[in-house]
């Protein structure tokens, strides 16, 4: 039905006339969800890296109908992923108008909406619910209570005359205020255990209970849980009743191929400046390199975030550089990787052994990643040009406020740039900020793998330097 054919259906008996059948939560997701795999639609957009791992199991617990717990380290998308979920409910829903907690109209559950049922028959007002309405989600913090999550005795319906006995005194929480929707928990081992117990009902027996009150509530609710394989252990844990209760234990990863991490920070970061691809892959280089080194944490993880956070980074460097010298264009440049490093320390959880070292560590991983990027992006292409510059004891400087046209003059007519710049994916067209970006990452290239000197001074980057 089209949101003007909607806008028509204003009672129970018009919503009945119509034909409309009402589906649970869990059936919606899995017709809409096998309506997406035959059409060979996307199911999950935005998220990357996970078409032969994670979303396989995901589409066959959604089918099964099972609520489910995303189980990973920091940063692999697990909210990103839990989100998702809400494209695959029905556009509209119809419920009870003015209902607190969205009752069907055909079977409604909570006491005001029985009422008008009774009352007001097949002349019962509905409202029309969105689907971005339909999910809420919870970060799990110690300090949540039975309150925030099931509900409580509201003070003030008790102090305008209700008794204590009254269902209607009940203030609900955000779970059956979801109710015919999606319930998204992020960091379910921070919740209190004894917080957890009060879960039980909704998993199982599909209600609620509050304080003691002779009241069922049956509930329509999908629940999705994520969890930190380091918190599952130590920090918290689920508790064993309620996992089992969970229908499905799924386990997120990192990403495993660099081209699927260049592809989410292009989609996720906010770059405000050019950042070549090459660049993207040595960042992409440097965070999975990071992720298997013996001086890293490998149980706090190295986030997604990190790798977004440090191209975000790289491109503030490059718009820096045009802002202070005038440069028409913010293009950014191999010399910007090492400026952002000390804005990424706090991101890494660094080994023990390793106090001190922070930095050193960083470092040394990055110049291995632009090695490896130099290697399979210009490997086997004749750079001999490049080097002649530097034959008879010329140098180039550079470095984080150098401007473009400065070092491009000092590096001249180069034979063989137009293939490096074909190599790394720029036009003919390309514009002065990006020949100097595919220069200066020629030269370093050349530097590590030794075949040109080159020395810091103060800022600046002196390339044939002895």
Avoid at 309 to 316: D, R, W
């Amino acid at each position: 039905m089209t949101p003007t054919t909607l806008g028509q259906l204003a009672t129970l008996g018009q919503l009945r006339a119509s034909g409309y059948q009402p589906k649970s939560v869990a059936e919606e997701l899995r017709s809409n969800l096998l309506t997406r795999l035959r059409s060979g639609e996307t199911a999950f957009p935005g998220i990357v890296g996970f078409d032969d791992t994670v979303l396989p199991e995901l589409e066959t617990a959604l089918l099964a109908g099972h609520d489910l717990v995303l189980l990973g380290e920091r940063g692999q998308g697990k909210t990103r992923l839990m989100r998702t979920l809400i494209q695959l409910l029905d556009e509209w829903s119809p419920e009870v108008a003015d209902c607190e907690i969205h009752d069907d109209p055909y079977a409604p559950v909570c006491v005001r909406c029985r009422a008008l049922a009774a009352e007001f028959g097949e002349e019962l007002p509905i409202a029309w619910r969105h689907r971005d309405d339909r999910y809420t989600e919870k970060l799990a913090t110690p300090d949540t209570s039975v309150g925030d999550l099931i509900g409580d005795v509201d003070p003030v319906k008790v102090a305008q005359g209700r008794t204590l006995g009254d269902p209607e005194t009940v203030h609900y929480g955000l779970v059956p205020r979801t109710n015919r929707g999606v319930f998204g928990l992020n960091e379910l081992p921070d919740l209190a255990e004894r917080i957890q117990v009060a879960l039980f009902n909704v998993l199982e027996e599909r209600d609620i209970q509050v304080r003691g009150y002779s009241l069922r509530l049956p509930l329509d609710v999908f629940l999705v849980a994520t969890a930190n394989p380091e918190d599952y252990t130590n920090r918290g844990r689920i508790i064993t009743p309620l996992k089992d209760r969970f229908g499905a234990e799924i386990r997120t990863h990192y990403l495993s191929e660099l081209h699927d991490e260049v592809s989410l920070i292009r989609q996720e970061a906010e770059l405000v400046a050019d950042v070549g691809d090459h660049l993207l892959e040595v960042l992409a280089r440097f965070t999975a390199s990071l992720r298997t080194s013996a001086s890293i944490d490998q149980r706090s993880g190295v986030s997604a975030r990190f790798t977004i956070a440090a191209a975000e980074a790289v491109a503030g460097s490059a718009l820096r550089r045009a802002g202070r010298t005038n440069d028409p264009e913010a293009v950014a440049r191999v010399g910007d990787l090492p400026a952002v490093l000390p804005t990424l320390l706090g991101k890494v959880e660094f080994e023990m052994g390793e106090e001190g070292r922070e930095r050193e560590v960083l470092e040394h991983l990055l110049r291995m990643a632009i090695a490896a990027t130099f290697r399979d992006r210009l490997g086997g292409l004749d750079l001999s040009g490049f080097t002649a510059v530097f034959a008879e004891g010329a140098i180039v400087e550079t470095g984080d406020l150098v401007p473009a046209a400065e070092l491009l003059s000092q590096l001249g007519t180069v034979t063989g740039l137009a293939k490096v710049l074909d190599r790394l994916g720029y036009a003919d067209s390309a514009g002065r900020g990006q020949v100097a970006a595919a220069a200066e990452f020629v030269l370093e290239g050349l530097h590590l793998t030794r075949r040109i000197d080159k020395d810091a001074v103060g800022g600046r980057t002196i390339y044939g330097a002895r």
